[in-house]
């Protein structure tokens, strides 16, 4: 897996040498919250796939963002719809090519060995510090903003905020107990055993989380395979081990 940096180093140096220099792979260009199933599924994928598989994370608007300068990505998978609509609507994926691939879920996490006891949004409210990633734009931010909006404590909450680059970001910052709480994905709290989940969002209060993923509009054949390989049971056992859920 790469990290954030050097993520950003790669697409930067690929921009440059032009998507001919990357013909051999595949650069997935992917939610950081899909990390750890991700480096999985593309291992299992790259034998009989045809391409080796390259990945870079970080938050999907910094993606789609870097994609639209020109990034050479092959294949983006994106924490929520509206960074995919943005590539839709400037034409570097194709809408009848955009998948509805995982669900997930917003939980909040603190500390493992925080006393802290968080029964629903009014919780947190009474915290000093609450790790989020951007709430303007980047997905699991703005997930937790509208459930924190219908509950009627962003006002609140919005005044403790730690912000953090992506869901990952947040994580680290309970994990190093920068902050008191943090509101994550829960695929992300199962990837750490330094945090406990002390709530868990009831999906009837959360918005929908899905996870479109599609190749780019450029992006040849083995970008498809890969995609429709995402598609797979091999796959979905992969991304359900991690504690994702099948999208719809």
Not at 10 to 22: D, F
Not at 189 to 203: D, E, H, N, Q, T
Not at 211 to 226: E, H, I, N, Q, T
Request: hydrophobic share 50%; proline share 5%.
């Amino acid at each position: 897996m790469l990290s954030r940096g050097v993520a950003r180093a790669l697409i930067a140096a690929l921009s440059l040498l032009g998507a001919a220099a990357y013909a051999e792979g595949v650069l997935v260009c992917a939610a950081s919250s899909t990390a750890d199933a991700l480096e999985e599924v593309s291992k299992a994928f790259e034998p009989g796939g045809g391409a080796r598989v390259h990945l870079a994370y970080g938050a999907s608007s910094d993606l789609a963002r870097q994609i639209l300068a020109g990034s050479p990505c092959d294949v983006f998978l994106s924490a929520d719809i509206a960074q995919m609509r943005r590539l839709e609507q400037s034409g570097a994926v194709l809408g009848s090519e955009v998948k509805a691939l995982l669900s997930n879920r917003l939980v909040v996490i603190v500390p493992h060995r925080s006393k802290a006891s968080v029964s629903g949004a009014d919780d947190l409210a009474l915290l000093r510090r609450v790790a989020l990633a951007d709430p303007e734009a980047v997905p699991v931010g703005v997930y937790a903003r509208v459930w924190l909006e219908r509950a009627g404590v962003w006002a609140q909450v919005a005044r403790r905020l730690v912000p953090t680059m992506d869901a990952r970001s947040a994580l680290a910052a309970v994990e190093s107990a920068n902050a008191d709480a943090g509101v994550v994905y829960a695929t992300d709290a199962m990837a750490s055993k330094k945090v406990r989940i002390a709530y868990r969002v009831p999906p009837a209060e959360s918005p929908e989380i899905i996870y479109p993923v599609a190749p780019l509009a450029r992006s040849g054949p083995a970008a498809r395979r890969f995609v429709e390989f995402l598609e797979s049971g091999e796959a979905s056992r992969i991304f359900l081990r991690h504690g994702f859920e099948p999208a719809g």
